[in-house]
């Protein structure tokens, strides 16, 4: 079992800061600072989409002011595992639609796009680190919605993280 230090409360004037820990240096290292809180945020947001990405297991400390001292505020940043999908069994592999034409590069790149419109807008609502249904919720949303509405959807994440 792993144990990682304690993420240390950082030095200087009360700012907004995100701490990644980093399990081959077993240390924690600086990924954003702002006098900002959104701005930190919004790289948290792209730096563990990027982490998990890469299959790394992602943990953060989010610090920032409060009452002209440093306070650790809540990351969600709990570390999830990558998903991996289950293997059918054989039941399910009869059930399975037959197969469909492969999509082509401009069909995929929207696809793409879409999900990339989503992340964009769920992060800027503060929604950086997804659980396994988030993800699952996130690909239905991407697969049935038409790129307009998908953008109406992160528009109003983005907003509502506003206010």
């Given at each position: 079992m792993?144990t990682?230090?304690?993420?240390t ?7 907004w800061v995100a701490?990644f820990?980093r399990p ?8 954003a600072?702002s006098?900002?809180?959104?701005p ?15 299959g ?6 989010l610090w920032?002011p409060?009452?002209e ?8 940043a709990?570390p999830v595992t990558?998903t ?7 039941a399910?592999e009869?059930?399975k ?5 492969e999509p ?12 990339q ?12 680190d997804?659980?396994?249904d ?6 239905t ?5 038409d790129?307009?509405t998908?953008?109406?959807?992160a528009?109003w ?7």
């Amino acid at each position: 079992m792993e144990t990682r230090p304690e993420c240390t409360r950082p030095q200087g004037t009360p700012r907004w800061v995100a701490l990644f820990y980093r399990p081959d240096t077993a240390s924690w290292q600086l990924g954003a600072e702002s006098p900002d809180r959104s701005p930190v945020l919004y790289a948290l947001g792209e730096m563990t989409q990027t982490l998990r990405a890469r299959g790394d297991e992602v943990t953060v400390a989010l610090w920032g002011p409060k009452d002209e001292d440093w306070h650790r505020y809540d990351a969600s940043a709990t570390p999830v595992t990558p998903t991996t999908s289950p293997t059918p069994t054989p039941a399910e592999e009869t059930k399975k639609e037959p197969l469909k034409k492969e999509p082509t590069k401009l069909a995929e790149r929207m696809h793409d796009r879409r999900h990339q419109v989503l992340m964009a807008g769920l992060s800027k609502a503060g929604r950086y680190d997804l659980a396994p249904d988030d993800v699952t919720a996130v690909q239905t949303l991407v697969d049935r919605l038409d790129e307009t509405t998908v953008r109406t959807l992160a528009n109003w994440l983005a907003t509502a993280a506003e206010r």
